[in-house]
């Protein structure tokens, strides 16, 4: 594609204003994270606490999603979301607050955390269903690629500025900066026009009415079988492939011997191979299940050659591509949970994808972290790519029997190219040490085909597969003794199959005593 298409979502007046803003407030949003992580710290000197507040952020993602799913396909978008950002800014200033006064210790940094999470979960599935009414549909993916390039740079700039500013003066002004940050949310909401949104497609007859609820949800869901495997992969891949902040600490503290400045390294790398994954998936045309298996096949395949790397620099130029393809099946489950579902249900098939995400991270992280304490980390990636690979694998073959087996008529297509050649005549060599071409052929068509029915006098039709004409006799020619049959017997069929390199049998003429 053009690097015009890559930033094709670009295009509509209301996705620039809301990518704008959205920027501005994820470096505020990962400013916060970094500060708050530091003020934990400081205070504990407990890494464990420090995880403990992130847990308390994600909790809330799985059980409060489901209702802010359903809140989002029942409820105007704009007022909660309007909300939404108020709420994180009266949060985020109380978080300054209580760096600055001391106020509320600890167990106030837990609870305008909690908080934060409830809110988050609340708000994920009411903006994201939103946001994709500011493109039309052939722009969907482009602008979820986009939305993820945004992510990965603004966590970059985020957590470089906050590193600058913690050291400089302390969190309490992260905090600020991430409070004011959410202003430019609300102005971009009263900014975009609702005459240019693009409303979603009308629900099929046979869809879960909208306003049903949960349950609803749920039953809607359980019938889109396309939608769960792809949720399942998403949720193995995300808790074995994904969990990278857990096997790069432990690859660097161990084999590595990277120490912190390795650790710090490679996060680096890992992050912009977040960057380059948004790239690439913006310039995809259309991001399909396709796409989405081979990223987890690549992924997976990358996983295990990490867990082999002899030094920082090797395991650093295998985290680059895996970063990349994490993103790419990011981007493309949440394509697909959008656009091969009914507008009606997006908002809560979003929250099931959130549910999906959190789940795997908080079931993936303790377990990586288990395994490499008790295996080690090489053998942790090994496994854990082993068991990924192979569940793409069958994913892939759900997905293809699914979808009408649409990956075998894409292989035969390769197989036809002239690239495939030698991969033909591999087959053919094999099928003439099975089976000769000469021995047995006539009986073998006699099982596989059925005999055409042929008039007295008329021509005989062509068995499929047949070159046209080449199987039709002329009229003066159907009045041959039945001694000519060698004119139409099997082996004089001029036409071999491109895939065995036998030759294509003809219908026997009328009279002919093979027949």
């Known amino acids: ?164 500013v913690v050291a400089a003066v302390g969190p309490a002004l992260l905090f600020a900066a991430n409070a004011a940050s959410f202003v430019a949310v609300v102005v971009a909401l009263f900014a975009v026009r609702e005459g240019e949104r693009h409303a979603g497609a009308t629900a099929p007859a046979d869809a879960a009415p909208a306003d049903g609820g949960i349950r609803a949800g749920f039953r809607y869901l359980l019938g889109q079988p396309v939608v769960l495997v792809a949720l399942a992969l998403s949720f193995v891949l995300g808790s074995l492939g994904r969990n990278y902040q857990v096997t790069m600490a432990a690859m660097s503290d161990g084999p590595l011997h990277g120490g912190a400045s390795g650790y710090g390294f490679l996060s680096t790398v890992f992050a912009v191979g977040t960057v380059l994954g ?86 993936g992280a303790p377990l990586l972290g288990w395994l490499a304490e008790h295996a080690g980390p090489r053998q942790t990636l090994v496994l854990a790519g082993t068991v990924t690979a192979v569940a793409t694998a069958a994913a892939g073959v759900a997905l293809d029997r699914l979808r009408e087996r649409k990956l075998a008529h894409r292989l035969t297509r390769v197989l036809a190219v002239p690239a495939a050649r030698p991969v033909r005549r591999v087959a053919a060599t094999a099928a003439r040490v099975v089976r000769p071409a000469d021995a047995g052929l006539a009986a073998a068509t006699a099982v596989a085909l059925p005999r055409p029915t042929v008039l007295a006098g008329a021509s005989p039709v062509a068995l499929p597969g047949a070159r046209r004409g080449a199987a039709r006799l002329r009229s003066g020619r159907a009045a041959r003794a039945a001694q000519d049959c060698a004119g139409c017997a099997p082996h004089r069929g001029r036409r071999r199959s491109r895939w065995t390199g036998l030759r294509t049998p003809f219908a026997h003429r009328d009279g002919c005593p093979a027949a």
């Open 1 to 164: 594609m053009a690097l015009g298409a890559t930033f094709a979502a670009l295009r509509h007046r209301n996705y620039r204003i809301w990518a704008a803003a959205g920027f501005v407030s994820v470096i505020g949003t990962w400013m916060q994270v970094l500060g708050v992580n530091w003020f934990v710290l400081a205070e504990t000197g407990s890494a464990t606490s420090m995880g403990f507040t992130v847990l308390l952020q994600a909790l809330p993602t799985l059980v409060l999603s489901v209702w802010g799913g359903a809140l989002a396909d029942r409820v105007p978008a704009k007022p909660l979301l309007i909300g939404a950002q108020a709420a994180h800014a009266l949060l985020a200033a109380g978080l300054a607050v209580a760096a600055v006064t001391g106020a509320g210790g600890l167990p106030a940094i837990y609870v305008i955390s909690l908080a934060t999470g409830a809110v988050s979960a609340i708000e994920g599935p009411v903006m994201g269903r939103w946001a994709s009414t500011l493109v039309d549909r052939d722009s969907l993916g482009n602008a979820l690629a986009l939305g993820s390039l945004t992510n990965s740079a603004g966590r970059i700039l985020g957590m470089s500025l906050g590193a600058v």
């Open 278 to 363: 948004a790239l690439f998936a913006a310039r995809r045309a259309e991001l399909g299940y396709a796409v989405l298996v081979g990223a987890g096949l690549l992924a997976s395949g990358l996983q295990i050659v990490a867990g082999l790397a002899p030094g920082t620099l090797s395991f650093a130029a295998v985290i680059l591509p895996v970063a990349a393809a994490a993103v790419v099946i990011d981007t493309t489950v949440g394509a697909r949970a959008q656009l091969d579902t009914d507008y009606a249900m997006r908002g809560r098939v979003l929250a099931a994808l959130a549910v999906t995400g959190s789940v795997s991270a908080a079931v």
